[in-house]
T-cell receptor, first 109, second 112 residues
Framework: GQNIDQPTEMTATEGAIVQINCTYQTSGFNGLFWYQQHAGEAPTFLSYNVLDGLEEKGRFSSFLSRSKGYSYLLLKELQMKDSASYLCAVLDSNYQLIWGAGTKLIIKP | IAGITQAPTSQILAAGRRMTLRCTQDMRHNAMYWYRQDLGLGLRLIHYSNTAGTTGKGEVPDGYSVSRANTDDFPLTLASAVPSQTSVYFC???????????FGPGTRLTVL
């Protein structure tokens, strides 16, 4: 079956760096997405990786290793507004998005 | 309007009643999707449409139906609601250029 694994919850301190990991086993691979979802709101797009390596976008970076079925989202200079759930999703061979359950990130002052 | 809108924002429904959740996008995206999101679970795909006039079943289609008469609208119908359909429902769309999905604000549905 298809499976996306990410930690349920993480805690970090304002101003610090946090890495959220995602491992996947899917039927085919056509890219990996990271979304941010604040409580009570819709998911919003953060990043897309289809080739191995690091993609940097401001304070957020996303890394992909296709051979290891692994990705991470790196958040730098954490702000209180970064408190949210972070969703990992893989586009499978049918171009359907398979979603992880999300990682709830709690930022403490 | 800009982006995707959903209606209603929230609804409490008696079991057995019929309900249609509305979704409209103005981005001229060809593909549209309906998901449900339950606590502790990832987003689960209910139905999708790759282009106007076509629809397909997702992971959890039972009890739901959709139609895609035009590019902009993608309503989701619960023919006879059951309590297990209590959830937050998100509509999303994507263009043929990228596979990035953009989400509406969601509908919180409670079936009693």
């Amino acid at each position: 079956g298809q499976n996306i694994d990410q930690p349920t919850e993480m805690t970090a301190t304002e101003g610090a760096i946090v890495q959220i990991n995602c491992t996947y086993q899917t039927s085919g691979f056509n890219g990996l997405f990271w979304y941010q979802q604040h409580a009570g709101e819709a998911p919003t797009f953060l990043s897309y990786n289809v080739l191995d390596g690091l993609e940097e976008k401001g304070r957020f970076s996303s890394f992909l290793s296709r051979s290891k079925g692994y990705s991470y989202l790196l958040l730098k200079e954490l702000q209180m507004k970064d408190s949210a759930s972070y969703l990992c999703a893989v586009l499978d061979s049918n171009y359907q998005l398979i979603w992880g359950a999300g990682t709830k990130l709690i930022i403490k002052p | 309007i800009a982006g995707i809108t959903q209606a209603p924002t929230s609804q409490i429904l008696a079991a057995g009643r019929r309900m249609t959740l509305r979704c409209t996008q103005d981005m001229r995206h060809n593909a549209m999707y309906w998901y449900r999101q339950d606590l502790g679970l990832g987003l689960r795909l209910i139905h999708y449409s790759n282009t106007a006039g076509t629809t397909g079943k997702g992971e959890v289609p039972d009890g739901y139906s959709v139609s895609r008469a035009n590019t902009d609208d993608f309503p989701l119908t619960l023919a006879s609601a059951v309590p297990s359909q209590t959830s937050v429902y998100f509509c999303a769309s994507s263009s043929s250029d990228t596979d990035t999905q953009y989400f509406g604000p969601g509908t919180r549905l409670t079936v009693l």
